[in-house]
């Protein structure tokens, strides 16, 4: 089967540094996105890895491991504004269909 | 353009109307997608086009017909839909037409509420 998990909530504070984790099992691995989806808004795209390992785009990093079916998305200096839900979605091996975990709903306290 | 254009924002319809969602792009990609989403629920794919073709029909409703005129324009036709349908209908596009994902743009979505 096929199967994404991340953790539901999470709660950090403002300034820090917060760590979300999604494991995944997919019949093929075409990559590993993660979006973000503000209350009452479509989901916007942070980022894509592909090959194992680390990508950083400012205050976003998200990091792959496809032998371990593993990734993180590590958010630096939080912001109020960084309150929402960040869905990892994974790409197969049938041609256009993202598979979406549960999300996890980031709350950040001042 | 970058965007996404879905139309209308919000939709209010009894169980024996027909009406269309409308969902647009000028970014040249060749792959579409129609996801619906219930409150706090990740999307769920309903159905792609890849090159202005049907190439997956995730076992949704025939009340749910889609139809892309052209490779920017994608419609989703709703006829004798339950209350249960009601949710976020969300259209995005993708650059990669092969429909290997690729990444999603989303448009704002349409808020379908039926009654």
């Known amino acids: 089967g096929q199967n994404i998990d991340q953790p539901t909530e999470m709660t950090a504070t403002e300034g820090a540094i917060v760590q979300i984790n999604c494991t995944y099992q997919?019949?093929?691995?075409?990559?590993l996105f993660w979006y973000q989806q503000h209350a009452g808004e479509a989901p916007t795209f942070l980022s894509y890895?592909?090959?194992?390992g680390l990508e950083e785009k400012g205050r976003f990093s998200s990091f792959l491991s496809r032998s371990k079916g593993y990734s993180y998305l590590l958010l630096k200096e939080l912001q109020m504004k960084d309150s929402a839900s960040y869905l990892c979605?994974?790409?197969?091996?049938?041609?256009?269909?993202?598979?979406f975990g549960q999300g996890t709903e980031l709350s950040v306290k001042p | 353009d970058t965007e996404v254009t879905q139309t209308p924002k919000h939709l209010v319809m009894g169980m024996t109307n027909k009406k269309s969602l409308k969902c647009e792009q000028h970014?040249?990609?060749?792959?579409m997608y129609w996801y619906k989403q219930k409150a706090k629920k990740p999307p769920e794919l309903m159905f792609v086009?890849?090159?202005?073709?049907?190439?997956i029909n995730e076992s949704v409703p025939s009340r749910f017909s889609p139809e892309c005129p052209n490779s920017s324009l994608l419609n989703l036709h709703l006829h004798a839909l339950q209350p249960e349908d009601s949710a976020l209908y969300l259209c995005?596009?993708?650059?990669?037409?092969?429909?290997?994902?690729?990444?999603?743009?989303f448009g704002e979505g349409s808020r379908l509420t039926v009654l």
């Open positions: 995005a596009s993708s650059q990669d037409g092969t429909g290997n994902g690729g990444e999603l743009f």
């Open positions: 997919t019949s093929g691995f075409n990559g």
């Open positions: 890895n592909v090959l194992d």
């Open positions: 979605a994974v790409s197969g091996n049938q041609g256009g269909k993202l598979i």
């Open positions: 970014m040249g990609h060749r792959a």
């Open positions: 086009y890849s090159y202005e073709k049907l190439s």
